[in-house]
């Protein structure tokens, strides 16, 4: 039976565990935590792949309600937008008729789910917080995937109505806080809490690992990208990036992850014959330390004119497993201040491949101190990132809102 002296928390995302999204498993993450304080309701949709899994279970004192929507694989807009139609008509329709929550929260995934979060949270009269993980639709415009004006105006307006009326907008950034005041969110309902990560959990281990063992790239210099494989990510730099490495023999370079350009970027280094470049899947949580720790330096790429719409939240798993990183990216982007305060890394400007190949072959010939590197990295991320600084910072917002 539910306490009834918790406060009820309802919850919107179209992404929740299982999934392997970055929204799904940090809200996972940040739902199972709050449930040992809160009545933790989460409204998720169909995942692809999963569409046989439960509508309805108990997981780790979570309540999941799985509500219908198609499950597309979602590299095609057309196939995309039937999921997000789809989950957030049924999302708004089970939100208005469950049970009254105390509080409401929600991530931006879709965009515009926070303005199906508003309807209910103003239905109950109860307080709305909203997670921002990026910046739409200017994500979306810098991107060029969006250029019909007419849909611009009209995301810009929906986005603007939760932001003026959310009773509180987390922002993951400085940069990204800015943004979000620039298009209307009252500063004082603002509060900046990074994303985060489990550092009990990722732990660094030895490089020559069994995984790098089987993968055949023990004995190289592995760059490595590792998380999604979109528009955002600006991987073409770095495949491109290969063409001036071609003298290096014992540098691999290791893509791992999918997302919506794998496709193409897999063509693009067919097209330029870079055979140093080798794609992956993702890897299972459980070899994650192993596959992060295998790697000599990551590369954490960001399209140029992206800083504040998005923040790459692959950075911290890098750092808990203390391997240094080359961030190419504007220089004001949460990322790249990360790395320059925290001295754990390289900054090189986006889409300049040569520049990225030049901080690549500088790392492999000994110019840098890697191993210090990652260890300023580790102590950065135990010290502003671990999940339990996070975690606090959550429990003090939703106790400022819900009852006692």
Not at 209 to 228: L, Q, Y
Not at 366 to 383: A, P
């Amino acid at each position: 039976m539910p306490d009834p002296r918790k406060p009820r928390l309802l919850v919107l995302n179209q992404y929740y565990w299982p999934g392997i999204e970055a929204t799904a498993q940090l809200l996972t993450d940040l739902c199972e935590a709050l449930a040992e304080d809160a009545e933790v309701t989460v409204i998720t949709g169909m995942l692809h792949g999963n569409e046989d899994a439960p509508r309805r279970l108990v997981r780790n004192g979570v309540r999941i309600v799985r509500v219908p929507s198609t499950s597309f694989e979602r590299s095609r807009l057309v196939a995309r937008a039937s999921n997000y139609v789809t989950y957030l008509t049924n999302a708004l329709v089970h939100g208005l008729r469950g049970r009254r929550p105390d509080v409401v929260l929600c991530m931006t995934d879709p965009p515009i789910v926070a303005d199906i979060a508003l309807v209910v949270a103003k239905r109950y009269r109860v307080p709305l917080v909203v997670v921002s993980q990026d910046v739409f639709p200017e994500i979306a415009v810098q991107l060029k995937r969006l250029e019909n004006p007419v849909a611009m105006r009209l995301l810009r307006s929906l986005v603007s109505l939760y932001l003026r009326r959310a009773d509180r907008i987390v922002a993951i950034g400085d940069t990204m806080r800015r943004r979000l005041e620039e298009k209307g969110a009252p500063p004082e309902r603002v509060r900046v809490i990074p994303n985060w990560i489990d550092t009990s959990r990722l732990e660094p281990h030895e490089r020559g690992n069994w995984w790098a063992e089987k993968r055949g790239v023990k004995d190289k210099f592995v760059v490595m990208h590792s998380g999604n494989v979109g528009h955002a990510q600006d991987l073409d730099s770095l495949v491109r990036a290969a063409t001036f490495l071609r003298d290096l023999d014992d540098v691999a370079i290791l893509v791992i992850g999918s997302g919506a350009r794998h496709n193409e970027l897999v063509a693009l280094a067919e097209l330029l014959e870079v055979e140093q470049v080798t794609f992956l899947y993702y890897q299972a949580r459980d070899v994650l330390p192993l596959s992060l720790s295998a790697a000599d330096v990551h590369v954490v790429g960001l399209a140029p004119g992206l800083a504040g719409y998005v923040v790459p939240s692959r950075l911290y798993g890098i750092l808990a497993v203390a391997r240094p990183v080359i961030v190419a990216a504007d220089a004001e982007s949460e990322t790249a201040q990360v790395v320059q305060e925290a001295g754990c890394g390289i900054v090189v400007p986006p889409g300049r491949p040569e520049l990225l190949a030049r901080a690549i072959r500088d790392a492999h010939d000994g110019r840098y101190d890697l191993g210090e590197m990652g260890r300023r990295g580790r102590e950065w991320v135990e010290r502003e990132a671990d999940r339990s600084v996070a975690l606090r910072r959550y429990r003090d917002l939703l106790g400022e809102l819900a009852p006692t």
